[in-house]
């Protein structure tokens, strides 16, 4: 981990040598990128990294109003490395400084550590990623006009928020992935993680190449929303296992996304785009209007919530299992004390061979009448 004070020398490029200094070795590529904007024969090469690429500038009306768009290409792969890079140094911050006091207290277990961490790591970002999101949808008003997921397709001019956004998407979950080694996840959750990190890789990037930015975007905030109360539940949990209202809301809120996810999918790539008045494949043009790129995205969206559905579904069952084995032992438990406090009172109730009325007195010795 980052950001520690090493007790002992560690050998130079060892496993543990790379793993404390991970954080430290980012910061210090950040840096260099930084100070390369200061000399002019760097800048030229440090603002690839740094600044978001492939600026259009479109002059309109009398005035002459000029409105700033972005494109996409094989620059962004710097930028998105760059920012991989600060998303490390995010990460080992928020590790060292938040989430490990914050363990410290709750004494929790080796299992539960490592999901606490995961949780607290999620839920930070999923936090700032749901209020970028809902701010982005807010201003472009792409909530109140459903038919802009189709309209005008391809959107091949991004605004700065958008473009911007999907590169922090691509750079967080890409840094997602040496951070598996880094914080020494076990290997029974690896590959747990791992497919829920290349899903999203995937998922975002399409969205990002194939133009579909508006419909990536608009599934991506209520998703995130989702997430952020399960991880939220679960940090709660850790710190007091009677708090366990917040997944009650998540499991509900959790099926109205998927039917929301599929509904949103059929529209655009059943109806929209298959009406779209300029269908037509050019790599140049951004347009990947074609029935297979549209069959191939549409299932990929099913198979992909009809996957989290049977995650789902399959998690619920277990919880239930859960629960009724947990009330099976305490129905005996009382069954058990019931007979033992009944089985006291009739042995009490004997004293010498004579039987004790209520009240504790012996019943009286009827006397034999003389014949």
Request: include cysteine; aromatic fraction near 14%.
């Amino acid at each position: 981990m980052g950001l520690r004070r090493k007790n002992k020398r560690l050998v130079v490029l060892s496993h543990e040598f790379v793993i404390q200094n991970h954080a430290d070795t980012a910061s210090c590529l950040v840096m260099g990128f930084l100070l390369g904007l200061m000399f002019e024969v760097s800048a030229k090469y440090a603002i690839i990294f740094i600044a978001v690429q492939y600026n259009v500038t479109y002059t309109t009306g009398d005035n002459g109003e000029q409105f700033h768009f972005y494109d996409y290409g094989p620059k962004d792969i710097a930028t998105i490395f760059f920012y991989m890079l600060v998303a490390i140094n995010l990460h080992a911050v928020i590790q060292e400084y938040i989430l490990d006091k914050i363990s410290r207290r709750l004494h929790l277990s080796k299992t539960k550590h490592s999901k606490f961490n995961e949780s607290g790591q999620l839920a930070f970002f999923y936090l700032f990623s749901f209020i970028w999101g809902a701010s982005i949808l807010n201003a472009e008003e792409f909530v109140m006009n459903p038919i802009s997921l189709w309209k005008d397709y391809p959107h091949s001019r991004m605004l700065f928020q958008v473009k911007f956004f999907y590169i922090c998407q691509i750079a967080y979950w890409l840094h997602a992935l040496p951070e598996l080694y880094f914080q020494k996840i076990r290997k029974e959750d690896i590959p747990r993680q791992l497919c829920y990190i290349c899903l999203y890789i995937a998922h975002i990037s399409g969205a990002y190449i194939l133009n579909l930015q508006h419909l990536g975007l608009i599934l991506m905030v209520p998703h995130y929303l989702v997430e952020l109360i399960f991880h939220a539940s679960r940090l709660f949990y850790f710190s007091d296992e009677n708090k366990q209202k917040g997944f009650t809301i998540w499991a509900l809120l959790f099926v109205m996304v998927r039917l929301l996810t599929l509904t949103l999918s059929v529209l655009t790539f059943g109806f929209g785009l298959a009406r779209v008045e300029n269908p037509g494949f050019s790599i140049a043009d951004g347009n990947f209007n074609v029935l297979p790129v549209r069959i191939g995205c549409l299932g990929a969206v099913c198979l992909t919530q009809a996957w989290m559905m049977w995650k789902f579904i399959n998690f619920q069952l277990k919880k239930w299992r859960e629960h009724i084995k947990n009330q099976i032992p305490k129905k005996k438990i009382t069954n058990t004390k019931n007979k033992r406090t009944k089985k006291e009172l009739n042995r009490a109730n004997f004293v010498n061979g004579s039987a004790k009325v209520e009240g504790g007195a012996s019943p009286r010795i009827r006397k034999s009448k003389p014949v």
